[in-house]
């Protein structure tokens, strides 16, 4: 008989922990669910009224958060309060690359991680089971484990890895259909207990159940093949566009092999997310520490071939424009690291912004979800020129058609659906001729707007 558990906390009201904490209260109305964060803005944005406020947009999200607000799912900042009446606490903190110190650009931040295992020490008076749901590098339990025993009240803690594999854009559908849910653990009575709220709406046979570092690895791995295949479609697409090969044909070709399957096959700008790199970064980092140095540089392929892909972008635009865009106007449809999500972090888009930047162009961004406020910030964040002029070179607008009004070209940064219905011919007229268009998601038809007299290029043909 395993535990039954009656009331979750989860620390971190991020993109994870909102939307995977909103379906386990749908799915279990009987458990209560308390989400923190000690981010007060963030947990007011989650308890607005109005629903287009939630700081996460996903699909199907403000329906469910609507559904269970109030009845068993709640947000709030009352950390302690929380974590002391809880029976499961999930850890869903940020786990960013360090950017100090020992590390510094690989390896995986855990302040956030230790910060909440030492105050889930200090407040329990009873046995809690932690489960850490962000991604963590392998071995983290043991250091989780080591705190929690020697700085508690005498309690028992039982550690799981329960890592989670929704992708952004379709988060809920990801989560209340998983391809497999993971649980690494040691403790057989605490394992039943995360199981069993699972089993409301998973199939037992997707339940997946390993020893911890499995668990812990398998994360990182995962997302180190999904990237892995986005960076070789990447690489063929630079090779289809100098021999007349068409890289959606290829993948389509090698897709219906079964042994490679179609998906993660779309050739692009390359990938974006909070995630891929970080945790390539980080696998690169765990392979050098065990001396894994032939490892460490298979992975790290991954990543500069997408700097590879998003430099070839840029440099593309600025060689078809007559090898200057200084003082030219281009048009950016998309900031998103990718379509239905507002997340603009690590977006391809920051770093082809950046590069033409430095060729003094002028960018107007237009994207459906993404605040202005978010745009200069990611420009502000490299650090490469002064908020000033990020803010004097780059306008955020809020329609496509003034965005592209007096634009020497047009780049598609993100696979937003509605770019493909706009008036392309209404943009024609107001761009300045000829007009270009650089597809970065070979989201558009090239036949209708060569017979617009675009002049249209598309990674990868
Ligand atoms: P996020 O930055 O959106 O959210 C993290 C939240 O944790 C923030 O609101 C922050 O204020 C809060 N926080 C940090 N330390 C805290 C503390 N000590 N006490 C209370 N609150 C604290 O991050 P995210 O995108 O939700 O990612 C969380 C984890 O999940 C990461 O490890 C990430 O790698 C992993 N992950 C993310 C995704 C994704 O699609 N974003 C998918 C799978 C896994
Ligand atoms: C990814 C994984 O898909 C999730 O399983 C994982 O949980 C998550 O990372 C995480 O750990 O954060 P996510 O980054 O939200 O999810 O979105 P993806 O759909 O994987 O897309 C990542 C990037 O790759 C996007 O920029 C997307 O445009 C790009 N991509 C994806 C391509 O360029 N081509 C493809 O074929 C697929």
């Keep these: 008989m395993s535990k039954t558990i009656k009331k979750i906390c989860c620390i971190g009201a991020g993109y994870v922990g909102g939307p995977t904490m909103s379906v386990v209260a749908k799915q279990c109305p009987h458990i209560e ?21 939630l700081p996460v947009y996903e699909p199907g999200l403000q329906e469910i958060v609507a559904e269970a607000r109030g009845r068993n799912l709640f947000f709030s900042t009352d950390i302690n309060k929380a974590i002391d ?11 960013p690359t360090k950017n100090y110190g020992k590390g510094k650009g690989m390896a995986a931040d855990l302040k956030y991680i230790e910060l909440c295992a030492r105050q889930i020490a200090a407040v329990a008076k009873d046995d ?52 497999r849910v993971l649980i690494g653990g040691e403790n057989e009575e605490a394992i039943a207990a995360l199981v069993d709220i699972y089993a409301h709406w998973v199939d037992q046979s997707k339940i997946l159940t390993t020893n911890l570092w499995s668990s812990e ?46 998906k993660f096959l779309k ?23 065990y001396g894994l140095t032939e490892v460490a540089e298979y992975w790290d392929q991954v990543i500069l071939m997408n ?52 060729e003094q162009a002028e960018i107007t961004v ?43 070209a047009v780049a598609i940064l993100t696979e937003w659906d509605e770019f493909k219905s706009y008036d392309w011919k209404k943009i024609k007229d107001q761009m300045k001729k000829p007009a270009f268009v650089f597809d970065g998601r070979k989201l558009l038809n090239r036949k209708q707007l060569e017979d617009l007299d675009f002049k249209y290029y598309a990674i990868g043909e």
């Design 128 to 179: 809690k089971i932690v489960v850490e749901k962000s991604t963590l590098p392998v071995r983290t339990a043991a250091a989780l484990k080591s705190i929690l025993d020697n700085t508690g009240n005498g309690v028992n803690f039982h550690i799981l890895s329960n890592p989670e594999f929704l992708a952004e854009g379709t988060a809920i559908q990801d989560l209340i259909n998983p391809d």
């Design 307 to 358: 700097d590879y892909q998003k430099q070839r972008f840029a440099d593309n635009i600025i060689q078809t424009l007559y090898n200057t865009v200084s003082g030219k106007k281009i048009a950016f449809l998309g900031w998103a690291f990718k379509k239905d999500t507002n997340d603009t972090r690590e977006s391809a888009a920051i770093y082809v912004a950046d590069y033409l930047l430095n």
């Design 33 to 53: 669910i308390t989400i923190v964060d000690m981010n007060a803005e963030r947990i007011a944005a989650w308890n607005d009224e109005n629903l287009e406020n």
């Design 267 to 289: 050739a692009s700008v390359g990938f974006g997310g909070s995630c891929f790199q970080k945790d390539i970064l980080n696998l690169v980092y765990i392979a050098r520490s």
């Design 366 to 408: 237009y994207d459906p979800k993404v605040s202005a406020e978010r745009i200069y910030a990611d420009l502000d964040y490299l650090n490469t020129r002064s908020s000033e002029e990020n803010r004097l070179l780059v306008k955020v607008v809020n329609t496509p058609y003034e965005a592209c009004d007096d634009a020497h």
């Design 85 to 95: 009446e809880a029976d499961m606490i999930f850890i869903s903190v940020n786990t």
């Design 217 to 262: 690895l398998s994360k990182l791995t995962a997302n180190a093949f999904l990237a892995q295949r986005v960076s070789s479609i990447n690489s063929i697409s630079a090779l289809c566009e100098k021999t007349g090969a068409n890289v959606d044909e290829v993948s389509k070709a090698i897709g219906m092999d079964t042994r490679i399957g179609a």
